[in-house]
């Protein structure tokens, strides 16, 4: 099946810095989207991205599908940008919807 | 819209007990999806539906798990018994097609 890596696995970051968090798929896809899971354990739609670029406030993400990867932007970072983040991507096949999760990247903002 | 409802937000029961979790999609949304999350194996996909139909249940762990969707506003994950192992975080997740997926705040479930 289709793989899905993220890096890095772990970004500790000072507030105010940027970042970027990267997403590589094996195969070619017909969605990707970013989540971010908040320290609560929520997981949140930050983008629906298969491809372009898309900006919402102080993150941007951009997705080249013909080279199977996807990046996200932050910004000027913030404490309450801690948690984890997850890119994951659906193929649909005779199994449509599946949508595959990578590993995540792990962030800690810290004040 | 409120976005997607599960109940209960937390469940503790006794190893061999029978265990119900509850998912309310958005309204609209065709595809239902049933994740469980733990820290050793990430996010994966149990099983899922599309309206109201299981399309593919491979993600099932075993005949212990069961899963309904009696209609587009409701579906259940039963464990009966549970054990343990069965402790994890379990997310309802609905999507419209082609659009992208929504979940909701997950329940989490321990086996003692």
């Known amino acids: 099946g289709i793989q899905v890596e993220q890096s890095p696995p772990d970004l500790i970051l000072q507030e105010g810095a940027n970042s970027t968090l990267r997403c590589n798929f094996s195969?070619?896809?017909?969605?990707l989207q970013w989540f971010h899971q908040n320290p609560w354990g929520q997981l949140i739609n930050l983008f629906y991205?298969?491809?372009g670029t898309k900006q919402n406030g102080r993150l941007s993400a951009t997705t080249v599908a013909t080279e199977r990867y996807s990046l996200l932007y932050i910004s000027s970072s913030q404490t309450t940008d801690s948690g984890v983040y997850f890119c994951a991507v659906v193929k649909y096949s005779s199994n449509t919807g599946k949508l595959i999760f990578g590993q995540g990247t792990t962030l800690q903002v810290k004040p | 819209d409120a976005g997607v409802i599960q109940s209960p937000r937390h469940e503790v029961t006794e190893m061999g007990q029978e265990v119900t979790l509850r998912c309310k999609p958005i309204?609209?949304?065709?595809?239902l999806f049933w994740y469980r999350q733990t820290m050793m194996r990430g996010l994966e996909l149990l099983i899922y539906f599309n309206n109201n139909v299981p399309i593919d249940d491979s993600g099932m762990p075993e005949d212990r798990f069961s899963a309904k969707m009696p209609n587009a506003s409701f579906s259940t994950l039963k464990i009966q018994p549970s054990e343990p192992r069965d402790s994890a975080v379990y997310f309802c997740?609905?999507?419209?097609?082609?659009?992208?997926?929504?979940f909701g705040s997950g329940t989490r479930l321990t086996v003692v």
């Open positions: 195969d070619s896809v017909n969605n």
């Open positions: 991205i298969p491809s």
């Open positions: 997740a609905s999507s419209l097609t082609t659009d992208g997926y929504t």
């Open positions: 309204s609209g949304h065709d595809y």
